[in-house]
């Protein structure tokens, strides 16, 4: 049997259910690559994640722009929204962006903000004295570059204050459009990837070269909010949920946490 028709018919048949009586040699045989392992763990990971109803789901950044606005602002606002969710819970972006836009989260609105002002829109987003810095000046880039706009290549938006290879990639897919040019790994990414062995890396930006190698292209532009809302509810950085997860139930992840309590 192939590895997606028996994956397909085991969630089918079970769905996310941690108490269900799929047996591991159903998992276990199908193990007979490591690409075969990472996309069994990505359609269990995904049944899992069916409710998308992890608060990246509800509140990530490609939820924050306005839908409604004219692209150049929409663009715009999913670059902003980015820069603002480094090191800052999704809950906490997503109120900055409110308020940034009840404010007019515009290029022109931004520079004609005062600096004080923007900082107390942006509190309490982690270090949000240092993002006003960023916004004002990548917005004087944009306005002074290309043309009210920003840019539309990874080297150009890597080249803006504030902006690192996770928003370069995550602004690509999100407000241009373009899938299988890179995959955007935040702290989640990184460190599900390394407890899964998918890779062995140190640093997000190792992780995102192997993760070219073994990741499936058509998973690329989904792998980061699959994962995110996989870490925020499960995967925990501390405590995580072993056992309510379907990857250690069928032996596809080895690292369990001692301490973890069912539900």
Same mark, same amino acid.
């Given at each position: 049997?192939?590895?997606?028709?028996?994956?397909?018919?085991? /969630?089918?048949?079970?769905?996310?259910?941690?108490?269900?009586?799929?047996?591991?040699?159903? @998992?276990?045989?199908?193990?007979?690559?490591?690409?075969?392992?990472?996309?069994?763990?990505?359609?269990? @990971?995904?049944?899992?994640?069916?409710?998308?109803?992890?608060?990246?789901?509800?509140?990530?950044?490609?939820?924050?722009?306005?839908?409604?606005?004219?692209?150049?602002?929409?663009?715009?606002?999913?670059?902003?929204?980015?820069?603002?969710?480094?090191?800052?819970?999704?809950?906490?972006?997503?109120?900055?962006?409110?308020?940034?836009?009840?404010?007019?989260?515009?290029?022109?609105?931004?520079?004609?903000?005062?600096?004080?002002?923007?900082?107390?829109?942006?509190?309490?987003?982690?270090?949000?004295?240092?993002?006003?810095? =960023?916004?004002?000046?990548?917005?004087?880039?944009?306005?002074?570059?290309?043309?009210?706009? /920003?840019?539309?290549?990874?080297?150009?938006?890597?080249?803006?204050?504030?902006?690192?290879?996770?928003?370069?990639?995550?602004?690509?897919?999100?407000?241009?459009?373009?899938?299988?040019?890179?995959?955007?790994?935040?702290?989640?990414?990184?460190?599900?990837?390394?407890?899964?062995?998918?890779?062995?890396?140190?640093?997000?930006?190792?992780?995102?070269?192997?993760?070219?190698?073994?990741?499936?292209?058509?998973?690329?532009?989904?792998?980061?909010?699959?994962?995110?809302?996989f870490g925020q509810t499960i995967c925990l950085p501390v405590g995580p949920k072993c056992l309510d997860c379907l990857l =250690?139930? =069928?032996?596809?992840?080895?690292?369990?946490?001692?301490?973890?309590?069912?539900?």
């Amino acid at each position: 049997m192939s590895l997606r028709r028996s994956s397909a018919r085991i /969630i089918k048949k079970y769905g996310y259910n941690k108490n269900s009586n799929c047996t591991t040699n159903e @998992i276990e045989d199908l193990n007979k690559t490591k690409e075969d392992r990472i996309s069994q763990n990505i359609l269990l @990971i995904k049944s899992m994640r069916q409710n998308a109803d992890a608060p990246v789901d509800l509140m990530g950044c490609h939820t924050c722009a306005d839908k409604n606005a004219d692209p150049k602002t929409f663009r715009f606002q999913t670059l902003v929204a980015l820069m603002l969710s480094s090191q800052t819970k999704d809950q906490v972006t997503s109120a900055a962006m409110e308020r940034l836009k009840t404010a007019g989260c515009s290029i022109s609105s931004l520079l004609e903000l005062p600096k004080e002002q923007l900082e107390e829109l942006l509190k309490p987003v982690g270090f949000y004295k240092r993002k006003t810095e =960023y916004l004002k000046r990548v917005c004087t880039i944009l306005r002074e570059k290309y043309n009210d706009d /920003i840019p539309n290549t990874f080297e150009g938006l890597c080249e803006l204050p504030g902006v690192g290879p996770k928003m370069a990639n995550l602004t690509i897919q999100i407000a241009f459009g373009r899938i299988g040019e890179g995959i955007g790994v935040d702290t989640h990414v990184h460190r599900i990837s390394n407890r899964l062995n998918w890779v062995k890396t140190k640093t997000p930006e190792q992780t995102e070269f192997e993760l070219r190698e073994v990741l499936p292209k058509n998973e690329w532009s989904t792998i980061n909010q699959l994962l995110v809302g996989f870490g925020q509810t499960i995967c925990l950085p501390v405590g995580p949920k072993c056992l309510d997860c379907l990857l =250690y139930k =069928y032996g596809q992840c080895k690292w369990k946490n001692v301490n973890s309590k069912k539900k």
